[in-house]
C-alpha cells in the first residue's frame, strides 16, 4: 500500500514537472491556432491574420495559423475555443460578439466570464453603414427618403445572430424605427459580396472590411457609427450616424484575444507578452489605421484590464439592446 502511495506521488510530481516544463518551452515546436470565429476574408479574419504575422517573431518564430469556426454570430467558434486544450496552442480572436452576444441570444454554449482567460485587446474599429451600388440614395439624407419608401421590402445583411453587424442592423432598425429583413451570413465577407452583387440592400460593417470596397466604388457609404467623425482619408468625409440624425448612436467595435480557462499562468504571460509586442510592430499599426482602425495602447492590453473592458462592455450593452427590445429570438 505505501509503496503504491509513493509510487503515485511519484506520478504526480512527474507529472507536475512535465506540465511545468511544457509551459517553460511554449511554444515548442507546434504551431499556434487562432481561431476565428466568423468566414475567412472579413474585417475579424483580417485582424487576425494581420496579428497571427505580427505575433511570430516576438512568440520565437513560432507559426500562428488561423482556423475559421463561422457561425451562430461566432457562438460556434468560441464555444470550441472554451472547450479546447487549455495548453496555450489554441486561442480565440472574437470582437464585440463577447460582450453582446450573452444578451442578444439565449442558451449561449460558454460562460464568457468564467470560461476563458483574457489576453487584451487588440484593435477598436468604427462600423460604417452601407448599401448595394445600384440603391438610388446618395447621401445619409437621401437614404432616409428611401427607407421611408421602401418599408417592408428592405433587407439587411449581418454576420448572424449577435454578430456586430446583427447588433449595429437592430439599433438602426429600431434608431429609424423601420423593420427590415435580416440576411444572415457565416462573416460579413460573404455578406459584402452579395452586398455588391445586390442581392441585400444594406450593411452595417467594420471599416476595415468596408473602406477598400468603399474606395473601388463597388458600395456606397453613408455614414459611420462612432461618435467622431474619422480622420483617415478615406472615411473623413462621411457624417456621424448622431449628426445625420440618429441622436447618440454610437457602436465601436473592439477585438480581443482569449486562450481557453486554464491555461497555465506562464503560458499566459507568454502570449501577454508577445501581444503587446505585435500592438506595437509599425507594419501592424499601419495596415489597421489605414483602414479606420485603432491598435490598443491602454489598459486593456493587460489581462485584467481587458476582463474588466469586457465586462463593462457587457452592462454597456445590456440595457442599450434591452431599451431597443431588439432580442434576437
Ligand atoms: N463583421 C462581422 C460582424 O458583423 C464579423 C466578420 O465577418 O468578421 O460581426
Redesign the pocket.
Known sequence: MKKMFALAAVALATLGLTIGAHAQDFPAGKPVTIVVP??AG????RVARDLAEALRKPLGGASVIIDNVPGA??SIGAAKVARANPDGYTLLLN?I?MATVPTLVRNVPFKVESDFEYLGIVNDVPMTLISKPSLPANNYKELTAWIAANKGKINIG??GVG????LCGLLFQSATKTEMTPVPYK???PAITDLIGGQIDLLC??ST?TSPQIEAKKVKAYAVTTPHRLTTPLLKDLPTLDEAGLKNFEVTIWHGLYAPKGTPAPVLKKLNDALKVALKDPDFIKREELLGAVVATDGRIEPAGHKKFVIGEIAKWTPVIKAAGVYAD
Open positions: 466568423f468566414a472579413g474585417p475579424t479574419d454570430g461566432s470582437h460578439a449581418n454576420a454578430s456586430a453587424s446583427h462573416g460579413t465577407a460593417d467594420q472590411n
